[in-house]
């Protein structure tokens, strides 16, 4: 019997790749591709609350798109006949009539709703956290300022964003906060009037506000919202990512796990995790039951009536602000137009300049790559605990009549407590972080000249105690190590190590792209053997 | 003859349609009334006077009528638990045969509003669209949109409305109790009241759509169920994953 040998086994290229060698024949996208698909990001786990954000964001259009199916957005007076009975027969605009019907009647329109509204709450809750997060380890300093000034303005327009949606389904609560929308406008000095008709096209309550609001809702600011995304984002991807010092960690060099595939695996794992959030939300926690609140009528309003968390602290400094109005040359200024516009006014300005202030007073020019510990700069720490207690305490007072009624607390008690807060917290808060801040210092540079208390006490013969210290353990590299984009990786103190994780970062890239490697001359870059190109 | 046929018709007739319940109704209100003057005398006229004349610390009673009473004692705000800004809504410390009796002696110091009787056509044919558009006009200011309640000033308050009764939410438009305007049969009759009830139970008993209502209070607790459990959960998804990073 005669064997016939086998023959030579041949990789058939799969799909995967079949298809990138067509696109990449046709328009030339591999090597950006793979420079971009090699971009290393570090590993914190404070980088992903920015994501937050951005699923919120994406689950926010792909629900919003589901909503405008069914929304009527029309002031026109209409007799509800749907199936929610206890408001069979009364009259409403059809923008709320059809929001009844996506509540009731529309499948699966509830929890779309429902799930809309959780993701634009996280939405502004997760972009604060970051900006908290930036702001606290002074990411926004060189070269990343315009990315600050973009982070504030979308902080800015996810409000409005908000608050627009919150306004759309013209029940008794969104009305009653359009109708404040329209007294804060109609404050400005001169041209308050016609600020407000331009707001709502003509006298409250207009007709035609609605479909304006509309246009502005799912069209004017989620356009700018998603160019202002892409900046921030095409910002990042050009400057790279910050991280904090560690072994290894320079000012001009990334260490992490590049976008494919382990960053690109582990961001579609937390966008899952995002969207189970806010299905989980959207699914067992009732939002904004607009039902209850009934359609808006301008006689009418509910007690604790509220805005969403984010309109929340300019409600709490209406509330706490003195009624005092100012008259004089032939004009009035209530006293709404000081806490609803001049103070935001304030907030948001020194928010936006604050890179700006801190470099000129620190007088610190440098480009700054590697973050800070809060604690590493106790007067910045300092203020951004000033700011975030001044917010508490604004933000408390927007719910003070809930949390009065809940805890048995009188309302006026509340407020005088807000008012004293708003003023004596901040400097309290700022000098105690501070000093916070300075102690920690102190307490590291204890431990990095004489070492960690072991709580072991030793006489000496001459009778004195003292008590043992242990130095502290020369920090080990907790990252993998792989070749950065920004300038070559520092060699590392142990050879052995470097060879070998390079060696598996670069096995662990270089797979996906093997046959192109042949094909195309940049492939040669990203070859093991020169870890750092320079894209 | 025709006299003693008369007679005996008139006896008989007399026998059949006398209107014997009268008599003993009259002594069991009479009876009622005693009663009531007992529990009276021995739970509220140290505050509210020996001749419910009222006193330093608590109204006269004269005049109040049934309704109040019923409202007050079923509701166990009377007897006062403790003096405070106002009288909190508790269990009940009296039956409702002693708060009859309670109400028969107050209403018969002297007429008032009476403890309103809600039969059961007037209640099915009650409109709830009606009744929830008059309690937005009217009710919602200080109660909230749903009846969750809200405070009013200095540790005064409208309660949240979730226990009362028909009857109670009836008898407290009718009475005005505490800092409560009081809504008499001109400003809404009969049918308006009933309807009023019917939709406040109605968004008390109702199942609440969508999940948990979360207190009823809407953008409140709202806000803190975002921060707390969804930013606190995705915040702890992040430092696991930020803890499971291999090395």
């Known amino acids: ?535 | 003859m025709v006299l003693l046929v008369a007679l005996a018709a008139t006896g008989l007739l007399w026998a059949g349609f006398a209107p014997r319940g009268t008599a003993q109704d009259t002594a069991d209100a009479n009876e009622a009334v005693r009663q009531g003057r007992v529990l009276y005398l021995q739970g509220c006229s140290s505050c509210h006077g020996l001749q419910a004349q009222g006193g330093n610390q608590a109204p006269s009673l004269i005049g109040v009528g049934s309704a109040a009473v019923d409202f007050q004692v079923s509701t166990g705000r009377m007897p006062l638990a403790a003096p405070g800004a106002q009288a909190e809504r508790k269990d009940p410390i009296y039956s409702q045969t002693q708060i009859d009796q309670l109400a028969a002696y107050i209403d018969s110091l002297g007429g008032g509003p009476k403890k309103p009787v809600i039969t059961q056509t007037e209640w099915d044919d009650a409109d709830l669209a009606h009744g929830g558009e008059l309690y937005r006009a009217n009710c919602a200011q200080c109660h909230q949109a749903v009846g969750a309640g809200a405070p009013l000033t200095y540790g005064k308050y409208a309660p949240d409305l979730g226990k009362a009764t028909p009857t109670q939410i009836i008898e407290a438009m009718r009475t005005g109790p505490e800092s409560m305007p009081l809504f008499g049969p001109g400003q809404l009759d009969e049918a308006d009241a009933v309807a009023v009830a019917k939709y406040v139970r109605h968004v008390s008993e109702a199942p609440s759509a969508g999940g948990d209502d979360l207190g009823k209070y809407g953008p409140v607790p709202e806000g803190l169920l975002a921060w707390l459990v969804g930013i606190g959960g995705l915040l702890a998804v992040c430092l696991w994953i930020g803890a499971r990073q291999k090395v």
């Open chain 1, 1 to 535: 019997m005669t064997t016939v040998p086998p023959p030579p086994l041949v990789k058939r290229p799969g799909p995967v790749r079949t298809l990138n060698r067509a696109i990449d024949e046709r328009f030339g996208t591999q090597a950006g591709l793979r420079r971009n698909l090699n971009k290393v990001f570090p590993d914190h786990w404070s980088f992903m609350i920015g994501e937050i954000a951005l699923y919120s964001f994406v689950i926010l259009v792909l629900t919003g798109i589901y909503l405008t199916l069914f929304f009527d957005p029309s002031n026109t007076e209409v007799i509800y006949d749907g199936s929610y009975v206890p408001l069979k027969g009364v009259e409403m605009s059809r923008a709320y009539a059809s929001t009844l019907d996506i509540s009731f009647d529309i499948r699966a329109g509830l929890v779309f709703r429902q799930i809309h509204h959780w993701a634009a709450l996280l939405f502004v809750a997760s972009i604060v956290v970051h900006l908290m997060r930036v702001f606290f380890t002074g990411a926004f300093r060189k070269p990343r300022e315009v990315n600050w000034l973009i982070g504030v303005g979308l902080f800015i327009l996810g409000i409005l964003e908000g608050f627009a949606g919150y306004s759309l389904p013209d029940d008794l609560l969104s009305g009653t906060g359009l109708r404040i929308a329209a007294s804060i406008a109609q404050s400005i000095p001169v041209v308050g009037t016609w600020a407000s008709f331009l707001v709502f096209n003509g006298e409250w309550p207009g007709e035609g506000f609605i479909p304006r609001l509309y246009v502005v809702h799912i069209l004017l600011v989620p356009g700018i919202l998603l160019a202002l995304i892409g900046a921030h984002l095409g910002i990042l991807w050009h400057q790279k990512h910050t991280d904090f010092p560690g072994p290894g960690k320079t000012e001009h060099n990334v260490i992490g796990h590049r976008v494919f595939p382990i960053f690109a695996a582990k961001s579609t794992g937390f966008f899952m995790i995002v969207f189970a959030m806010l299905a989980l939300l959207g699914g067992l926690a009732q939002i904004n039951p607009i039902w209850g609140f009934g359609p808006y009528d301008p006689a009418n309003v509910s007690s604790a009536s509220q805005p969403d968390w984010y309109i929340g602290f300019l409600d709490g400094s209406t509330r706490l602000f003195p009624p005092w109005e100012f008259r004089g040359f032939g004009h009035t200024v209530p006293a709404v137009f000081w806490p609803t516009l001049i103070l935001p006014g304030i907030l948001f300005t020194l928010l936006a300049v604050y890179p700006f202030l801190e470099a000129k007073f620190t007088g610190d020019k440098e480009s700054h790559n590697l973050l800070q510990r809060p604690r590493e700069a106790p007067t910045r720490t300092g203020l951004g605990v000033f700011a975030i207690s001044f917010y508490l305490v604004l933000w408390i007072s927007g719910g003070n009549d809930v949390i009065a009624k809940t805890f048995d607390i009188s309302l006026n008690a509340m407020t005088w407590a807000g008012r004293v807060g708003a003023i004596v917290i901040p400097p309290i808060a700022f000098v105690l972080t501070r000093k916070l801040c300075i102690h920690l210092q102190e307490r590291d540079h204890e431990i990095a000249e004489h070492g960690i208390e072991t709580g072991i006490i030793q006489q000496l013969p001459s009778g004195e105690f003292v008590e043992e210290h242990r130095p502290k353990l020369p920090s080990v590299p907790d990252h993998r190590r792989v070749p950065t984009d920004r300038v070559a990786l520092p060699s590392a103190e142990n050879g052995h190590a470097r060879g070998d994780l390079v060696r598996r970062a670069g096995k662990a890239v270089t797979g996906f792209f093997v046959e192109e490697e042949e094909r195309l001359p940049e492939a040669s870059e990203s070859s093991p053997d020169r870890p750092a190109g320079k894209h």
